[in-house]
């Protein structure tokens, strides 16, 4: 248990109360859907009252909004952009970044935060759609401008639209986490990574060879 200064010096810190509201949400919402995420829920998982929450964000939708902007796409970016800013060759990295999408059972169960929130609230919600296209459009252009790294670099084919492939890997990729989700089974995800990585390594040029 808390000391008592300890638990008066937490509850005068909105930032960290802030950042603890975000996390709670981000775990409700991905479990549970936006629509069905409960405030209660939330409360409770972070000892913070309904007072305090509505401090930070005046509505459930302003909860969800920042959810997305600051918990979604940080783990998209986290994920897939910073990674592919590092050096190496772009094949390399891109086939380095799928295989470290996480693919445990319960990963697999829980499916991608990013591709439920699209599916459930980009009809509803005109802000929610905006701030998820934002995140894949960030993605598609990440992906696009590693690969026209590795088309000057020579190791990607000079026949591959970049655009059109960042495009697809995201669409595959999704795919894949949507049949796994269905299934229920991690293994139907390890065969789409495979199928993935497989993909990838077509990209390169018909005569590629390590340096």
Request: with cysteine.
């Amino acid at each position: 248990m808390l000391p008592a200064h300890e638990k008066k010096r937490r509850a005068r810190d909105p930032e960290r109360t802030r950042e603890r509201l975000l996390q709670a949400a981000f775990r409700e919402i991905h479990r549970s859907g936006f629509q069905s995420a409960s405030i209660d829920a939330i409360l409770a998982a972070t000892n913070v009252t309904r007072g305090a929450l509505y401090y930070h964000f005046e509505s459930k939708e302003t909860l969800g909004y920042a959810v997305v902007e600051e918990k979604v796409a940080k783990l998209t970016h986290d994920r897939w952009l910073r990674p592919m800013r590092g050096e190496g060759e772009a094949i390399d990295i891109l086939i380095g970044v799928v295989r470290r999408i996480p693919d445990s059972p319960q990963d697999v169960r829980a499916g991608c935060p990013l591709l439920l929130l699209s599916q459930e609230m980009s009809p509803l919600d005109e802000q929610f759609r905006k701030r998820l296209e934002r995140i894949f459009l960030d993605w598609q252009e990440g992906v696009a401008t590693l690969l026209r790294r590795g088309k000057s670099q020579g190791t990607v084919r000079s026949d591959l639209n970049p655009n059109e492939a960042a495009r697809f890997l995201i669409a595959t990729v999704e795919g894949y986490a949507t049949l796994a989700k269905n299934a229920q089974d991690a293994k139907a995800w390890k065969a789409g990574i495979r199928s993935i990585v497989g993909w990838l390594r077509s990209l390169r040029p018909d005569n590629y060879k390590r340096g």
